[in-house]
């Protein structure tokens, strides 16, 4: 992080962790568009950490600042993950209450902790106890019929009694069981008031709000009532927004980055990672969404689609790719 960044903005602006589309190669990409904006790598489970062959923890410092997103329920084995990733340089360690997904229940993590308060309150004192960077909670509003604003207040507050200071609340509820993830991302309704009363009665804390945000102004609106926003898929789908972050919540005098000029500052580090044997479609499959709404946006899609694939696809793709796209 930038040891000039007031305190108080950090996760003032956030991305939210997605499976398979935060990966350090898209993080690396979004932090062209914005200095400012804290990045969520996507969920990693604790024993995923632990035990894989592959190192989950792999990510390039000048993505920083980002929060490591935690699966897991196991306060040793969290412990233990957390004192790795301070050690990689992760700016905050948050553990994962809010994934409905089967798979992450039959884990024993996600949503399905909201109704085990105390476990998720030891796992966040023992990761604390070991580190020094923030330990933060991201959550639901509630799960299935638990989910009156009383059983929030007794999750939030037995969580932050042991340690933790800084939530990010979805503002919809979870069903454990009936819907799958993305249909609990979209019907279960929102209720922002509820996140905006838990500021209220919770004023020492910080507390960011999540779901459904899309616009600038919408962000704005919500900084009234709340410490932070995060945003899914609008940033991964419209990453232009992006580029306007900086000047519109942290710096008047920021620039504001198009996506053209994110694109070209991609180069040096495809190179890099193309010499090191990553395929360029593991990069530019993230990229896709660039230029949403710009003239020769659908080109650009497809000449990225059908080529980065290719065996020795290389730089020269995007340079093509560029010639097509009118901002």
């Not at 993830?181 to 507390?207: A, G, H, M, T």
């Not at 993230?286 to 730089?315: D, P, V, Y």
């Amino acid at each position: 992080m930038n040891q000039n960044q007031p305190h108080f903005y950090r996760g003032r602006f956030s991305v939210a962790p997605m499976l398979d589309w935060t990966t350090r190669h898209c993080r690396y990409f979004h932090r062209q568009f914005s200095r400012h904006a804290l990045l969520y790598t996507e969920m990693v489970t604790a024993p995923a950490i632990i035990h894989a062959k592959y190192d989950h923890l792999e990510f390039d410092p000048a993505e920083n600042p980002v929060a490591l997103q935690l699966g897991g329920s196991d306060p040793e084995q969290l412990q233990h993950c957390a004192k790795l990733a301070e050690q990689r340089g992760y700016t905050e360690i948050n553990l994962n209450v809010g994934c409905p997904s089967d798979r992450v229940q039959n884990g024993m993590f996600g949503a399905c902790l909201m109704a085990k308060a105390d476990l998720v309150a030891e796992c966040v004192e023992k990761m604390q106890a070991e580190v020094e960077i923030p330990v933060t909670v991201k959550t639901r509003i509630g799960i299935d019929n638990l989910d009156s604003y009383q059983f929030l207040c007794d999750f939030i507050q037995k969580v932050h009694s042991k340690g933790c200071n800084e939530f990010i609340v979805h503002a919809r509820k979870a069903w454990l069981s009936g819907l799958s993830p993305k249909e609990n991302r979209e019907i279960p309704p929102l209720d922002y008031n509820r996140v905006y009363q838990l500021k209220r009665d919770f004023p020492q804390l910080s507390i960011s709000i999540n779901g459904g945000i899309k616009t600038i102004e919408e962000m704005t609106a919500h900084l009234q009532y709340v410490d932070g926003v995060m945003v899914g898929r609008e940033a991964y789908q419209n990453p232009a927004l992006l580029g306007q972050i900086d000047r519109a919540l942290f710096d008047l005098n920021a620039p504001i980055v198009t996506p053209r000029e994110a694109v070209e500052k991609m180069f040096p580090y495809i190179e890099r990672q193309l010499s090191r044997g990553v395929h360029l479609n593991h990069i530019v499959r993230h990229m896709l969404g660039a230029f949403q709404n710009c003239k020769g946006a659908r080109q650009w899609r497809r000449l990225l689609s059908e080529n980065a694939h290719k065996t020795g696809a290389g730089i020269e793709i995007l340079e093509t790719a560029l010639h097509f796209v009118e901002e």
